[in-house]
């Protein structure tokens, strides 16, 4: 049995007109010059500064009305923290605790409260300043 005139559609076929046309990234060929690459690696950049080891780690849970922080104090260098509460409600008063002291290897709770609803409230840390005189 012949298989002439038989049609597969598209297998036998061939394109008809001009192929399509080469754009600029294929008409040229990749070259490279070996004598542009470095014999040895190049020289590696600094690391950047490592994170400064300072401030207490903090926890904050609000619960309703009230906040509560537990902080650990991790490094050699005793941080003042100040916990930060804001209120929901325009007319609950915003409070910020007194700095609170943390020696080092220690730990603290700090507490606040709104009357209604808390908003946020979060721990900032400042160092002691080195006494008068300095």
């Known amino acids: ?28 060929q990749a070259s490279v010059d070996l004598a542009e690459i470095p014999a040895e690696p190049p020289v590696r950049p600094e690391p950047p500064a490592g994170r400064e080891l300072y401030g207490s780690d903090c926890d904050t849970e609000i619960d ?14 005793t941080d003042l923290l100040r916990l930060h509460v804001e209120c929901e409600r325009w007319w609950d008063v915003d409070g910020d605790s007194a700095l609170v002291p943390l020696d080092p290897a220690g730990r603290t709770r700090l507490t606040g409260r709104c009357w209604k609803e808390v908003r946020t409230a979060w721990v900032s840390h400042q160092r002691p300043s080195a006494g008068p005189g300095a």
């Open 1 to 28: 049995m012949a298989l002439t005139g038989l049609l597969i559609p598209g297998a036998l076929e061939k394109p008809r007109g001009p192929g399509p046309a080469l754009g600029p990234e294929t008409a040229a």
């Open 64 to 77: 309703g009305s009230q906040v509560i922080a537990y902080c650990h104090n991790g490094y050699p260098e």
